[in-house]
């Protein structure tokens, strides 16, 4: 199967899902699911796929039949999708795609060239734009990459700021070169800033939120210091350059992570600045 045509049909059969089984990122091609092609090179490794790189595509190598692992509901709604699209040429799944699901053509760079000026108004409508100048915080906690990405797409966020003091993650797509890598694909740009993190050893034993208050009063000390100050002026520098900016840590919930005490400190110093935990 060709690697473009997998992923137009895996957002098909994710849409039509009562679970999802993907979730996907508006990419440079439309619909596109990081953690499907993570799989995918999980399978490659396994050789359970081999890879045809001249055809761009990915050939089933063992003897297993996955389809019978399936849900009853999961193979009735491959059968249907196979019955439906196996005769779509890769141009006919991508102008399917971006017809019924526009908000995940708003990324692509080939859409003028498959679709009409009414399908395109259409794919228009759902590119988001906000000239509100506003900081924001977000926590990867619990949520998949394509969700956390789609929040920062969403709020048209020019800019990701990683205050974490180490940006290694064991999830996946959350250490520095993925997220970097990810972010570049969307036309986010991603600054990694760890002057203004909390080093990892002060972060254990946080059993309550009397010890992470006691932690943040510590921390906001530290905001003060030469180091710290080096990484808030460079946030500072690119929030008056781009005026929407994020600023990220793992936390979901924002009064147990630094960035919330980050975040005030600079919208006090800015002032003209909202801000807005997403």
């Known amino acids: 199967m060709k690697k473009i045509d997998f992923q137009k049909l895996l957002m098909i059969l994710s849409a039509k899902q009562d679970k999802p089984a993907y979730e996907f990122v508006p990419y440079k091609f439309g619909c596109f699911s990081f953690q499907s092609y993570a799989d995918i090179r999980t399978m490659i490794k396994y050789k359970q796929i081999l890879e045809n790189t001249n055809d761009e595509c990915w050939v089933k190598n063992d003897k297993i039949d996955y389809f019978q692992m399936l849900k009853d509901r999961d193979q009735f709604l491959v059968k249907k999708i196979k019955e439906k699209f196996e005769n779509y040429s890769s141009e006919d799944l991508i102008k399917y795609t971006y017809r019924e699901y526009p908000y995940y053509a708003i990324k692509s760079t080939i859409a003028e060239k498959v679709l009409t000026k009414s399908e395109l108004k259409d794919v228009e409508k759902e ?7 506003a900081l924001f915080t977000i926590g990867y906690e619990g949520i998949s990459q394509e969700n956390y990405l789609n929040k920062l797409i969403k709020n048209d966020i020019k800019v990701l700021c990683d205050v974490r003091r180490n940006a290694l993650s064991m999830k996946y797509g959350f250490s520095k070169n993925q997220l970097l890598k990810a972010c570049t694909g969307l036309g986010i740009e ?4 760890p002057e203004v993190g909390i080093e990892s050893n ?3 034993e946080l059993k309550s939120q009397k010890d992470y208050d006691e932690l943040f009063a510590s921390y906001n000390m530290t905001l003060r210091n ?5 990484g808030i002026n460079e946030i500072i520098e690119l929030l008056n350059q781009n ?3 994020a600023i990220t840590c793992f936390e979901a919930n924002i009064h147990q992570c630094h960035r919330k005490h980050l975040a005030i400190k600079l ?4 002032k003209r600045f909202d801000l807005v935990h997403i």
């Open 127 to 133: 590119i988001p734009v906000n000239n509100q100048k």
């Open 190 to 193: 991603y600054f990694h800033i």
């Open 202 to 204: 002060k972060r254990k």
């Open 267 to 270: 919208v006090k110093k800015l």
């Open 243 to 245: 005026e929407r900016v």
């Open 226 to 230: 030469d180091h710290s100050v080096k």
